[in-house]
């Protein structure tokens, strides 16, 4: 099962990425899960996921067949799943990516146009580094069996492996150091549980040793580095 994840810098003109996802074979993907803008792209997309302050004016109206659309109300319990948005930062393209892991199962999720740098791209709150989101989100997919790759060629934060069209079918789980990711866990539970009722957000220092070890997860070998 194969996702494909069209983000925001895509609609923000991010250079040659921005127009190619226009002319793809959407057939090479089972579901194509667009956010907020971006569902303007491609008119088959599968999935459109947005957040409450997306303008009104912004979301589709009319859906096909087999269109769906995602909202808060959607993907908040799923990231309280997984812990939090504390600790799975809520930008859209993390809370996409988390959600497509719970609702469609892929066993390959493909980002393009997800640039965190980007000028004028999604940003985070409340996460302090976006990368050790990243790569925690990395880690859950891997308990799922699922890999997932970055398919653009725009440069970005995203640690996640590169992939190409022609390479689909190549891409495979980058699974992290069991010890490590046992630290990183190990830490969240010991500065509590954000996604409980009437937790707080570990403090500043917590956080920065919980991303701090959740970066150490990943080796060069392990998973590419973009």
């Known amino acids: 099962m194969k996702v494909l994840i069209l983000g925001v810098a895509?609609?923000?003109?991010?250079?040659?990425?921005?127009?190619?996802?226009?002319?793809?074979?959407?057939?090479?993907?089972?579901?194509?899960?667009?956010?907020?803008?971006?569902?303007?792209?491609?008119?088959?997309?599968?999935?459109?996921?947005?957040?409450?302050?997306?303008?009104?004016?912004?979301?589709?109206?009319?859906?096909?067949?087999?269109?769906?659309?995602?909202?808060?109300?959607d993907y908040e319990p799923v990231l309280t799943h997984f812990g939090g948005a504390a600790y799975t930062g809520s930008d859209l393209v993390l809370a996409a990516s988390y959600w497509a892991l719970a609702a469609l199962e892929p066993a390959q999720v493909f980002c393009m146009g997800c640039e965190f740098d980007?000028?004028?791209?999604?940003?985070?709150?409340?996460?302090?580094?976006?990368?050790?989101?990243?790569?925690?989100?990395?880690?859950?997919?891997?308990?799922?069996?699922?890999?997932?790759?970055?398919?653009?060629?725009?440069?970005?934060?995203?640690?996640?492996?590169?992939?190409?069209?022609?390479?689909?079918?190549?891409?495979?789980p980058a699974y992290p150091s069991e010890e490590a990711s046992m630290v990183a866990r190990q830490l969240e539970q010991q500065y509590g549980d954000p996604a409980s009722p009437n937790a707080q957000y570990p403090c500043a220092q917590g956080m920065a040793e919980i991303d701090a070890a959740w970066r150490r997860c990943f080796t060069l070998r392990d998973a590419a580095v973009a």
């Open 10 to 73: 895509q609609v923000l003109g991010v250079a040659q990425d921005a127009m190619r996802a226009v002319d793809w074979d959407g057939g090479l993907f089972d579901y194509i899960l667009a956010i907020e803008e971006a569902w303007h792209l491609r008119p088959d997309w599968t999935h459109m996921l947005h957040s409450d302050s997306l303008a009104p004016d912004d979301r589709p109206v009319l859906l096909e067949a087999g269109q769906q659309v995602v909202t808060e109300a």
């Open 118 to 172: 980007a000028p004028g791209a999604s940003q985070s709150h409340g996460a302090r580094d976006l990368t050790a989101k990243a790569r925690r989100l990395e880690y859950f997919a891997s308990l799922c069996g699922c890999a997932i790759a970055n398919l653009s060629s725009e440069s970005s934060v995203l640690p996640f492996q590169r992939a190409t069209f022609d390479g689909l079918d190549q891409v495979r």
